[in-house]
């Protein structure tokens, strides 16, 4: 079966611009959850959605945003882009929140300039 | 506030010898630990869990070992093999979220 899609794969904005990223989950997963990742702090929980409500927020600005859709299809969004935005966005999708091993996507690699 | 560490950024291994990557945390609510595995421009994947009531749990040549009165985590990899070179990350569960280390890249040498 597919795995986790996120598109796009790469993207460059300027400061100031926002940019909406896309994670498409595995047939019958219900739960995303998006990752930022820098080389300095790893993985840091963004927010994590379920039958379109978010569930869990994490300790990010209001500037990032997200939602989800009725075939569990998510966008996360970002709003006036900061260069220390440039990171490895990661999607991952499971069947219920919190369930053991989640499935993670290959990443939008966002730059900031 | 990093609350699972991972202190040491890489690793190099010869082949056929054991690997054994650390992961530090300071929540004692933990009560379910993963390791991942993930290579370069792709997404992690899952390798092993252990739940906090136990203290060791094996997988082929992978075995992660609980210590909760130290609140450390070890994924023991034996043998290591030129395949496993990648960076590995440590993650841990209170209630529904997971809060991650941040890597250690382990390099197996043929």
């Known amino acids: 079966k597919a795995g986790v899609t996120q598109t796009p794969r790469y993207l460059i904005k300027t400061r100031g611009q926002q940019v909406t990223l896309s994670c498409s989950p595995i047939s019958g997963h219900r739960s995303v959850s998006w990752y930022q990742q820098t080389p300095g702090q790893g993985l840091q929980f963004l927010f994590e959605y379920f039958s379109e409500t978010q569930r869990n927020k994490g300790n990010f600005p209001g500037r990032f945003s997200g939602r989800q859709f009725s075939n569990s299809r998510s966008e996360m969004n970002v709003s006036t882009l900061e260069l220390g935005d440039s990171a490895l966005y990661l999607c991952?999708?499971?069947?219920?929140?919190?369930?053991?091993?989640?499935?993670f996507g290959s990443g939008t690699r966002l730059t900031v300039v | 506030d990093q609350q699972v560490k991972q202190n040491s950024p890489s690793l190099s291994v010869q082949e056929g010898r054991i690997s054994i990557l650390n992961c530090d945390y300071t929540?004692?609510?933990?009560?379910?630990f993963l390791w991942y595995k993930k290579y370069p421009a792709e997404g992690p994947t899952f390798l092993i869990s252990i739940s906090s009531i136990k203290d060791k749990n094996e997988d082929g040549r992978f075995t992660v070992f609980l210590n909760k009165s130290a609140k450390h985590l070890s994924l023991h990899i034996v043998p290591s093999q030129p395949g496993d070179s990648a960076v590995y990350f440590c993650a841990a569960r209170t209630g529904n979220q997971f809060y991650f280390g941040t890597g250690t890249s382990l390099t197996v040498i043929p």
């Open positions: 929540n004692s609510m933990f009560d379910y």
């Open positions: 991952a999708s499971s069947v219920d929140p919190g369930a053991y091993g989640y499935t």
